[in-house]
């Protein structure tokens, strides 16, 4: 299993880099609409994978390769036949050139890895230490880390494109666009968490109770996500 997902993880960080290559472009929407296209087929690869042909939770492993790989495919082809001058001459898929300053960029890159894989170990080592705490408690942590982890893609996603733009905007000398895009992205952020607090708070036991019926486990869930 975790090998398998070890091939899904790598095929999910070439599409990253394809959309933020798009973002780059000024083309978000691309990858916006791949993805859109894709969602309903991942759910009929997890049908497929584990109930078709009984993988079991495997199963779910081989439908978001084959997920991730149709995806891609569908890039290289549009690539392929696009009328977008401007788009075929910015992308090269594979050539020698991303190795020129390769070691600039491991040691450019290095501390936002570590920074990142020091978040999800934390996060890691919290799962581990909440199967301490009962069973009730480790469903109301799950509950709340499931919401968590649906909430972090917002600003992780943000923040992607935010870097992209304000890259493409300081190589080409237009730093008052670069600032412009940070000041947005700072208005962005204040107005994405007040709404997400005004939610949470608002709205914290009917969110539990999309989870469980356990009447125990939304009592706790809901006071960990108001606390």
């Keep these: 299993m975790v090998r398998i997902q070890i091939v899904s993880i790598y095929l999910d960080c070439i599409f990253e880099c394809i959309g933020l290559f798009f973002t780059a472009m000024e083309r978000s929407y691309i990858p916006m609409i791949i993805e859109i296209f894709i969602l309903p087929m991942h759910i009929f690869w997890c049908q497929f994978f584990v109930v078709t042909m009984g993988h079991g939770f495997i199963g779910v492993a081989y439908a978001a390769i084959t997920t991730d790989v149709v995806a891609i495919s569908i890039v290289f082809i549009m ?8 788009l075929k001459e910015a992308w090269v898929p594979f050539s020698r050139e991303i190795f020129v300053e390769l070691k600039q960029f491991i040691r450019i890159a290095f501390a936002g890895l570590m920074i990142y894989c020091f978040q999800q170990w934390s996060s890691e080592g919290l799962y581990f230490m909440s199967g301490w705490i009962g069973q009730k408690d480790l469903a109301a942590v799950v509950i709340v880390f499931s919401i968590m982890a649906i909430i972090y893609f917002i600003p992780a996603s943000l923040s992607l494109s935010i870097s992209a733009l304000v890259g493409q905007y300081l190589g080409s000398d237009k730093v008052d666009k670069a600032i412009t895009t940070i000041k947005i992205a700072y208005t962005l952020g204040a107005i994405l968490i007040a709404c997400l607090f005004f939610v ?27 606390a």
Excluded at 79 to 86: G, L, S, T
Excluded at 216 to 222: H, L
């Design 79 to 86: 690539m392929r036949f696009i009328k977008d001058r401007e």
């Design 200 to 226: 949470l708070q608002s709205f914290a036991v009917e969110i539990s109770q999309i989870f469980t019926t356990n009447e125990e486990i939304q009592s706790k869930a809901s006071k960990a996500i108001i």
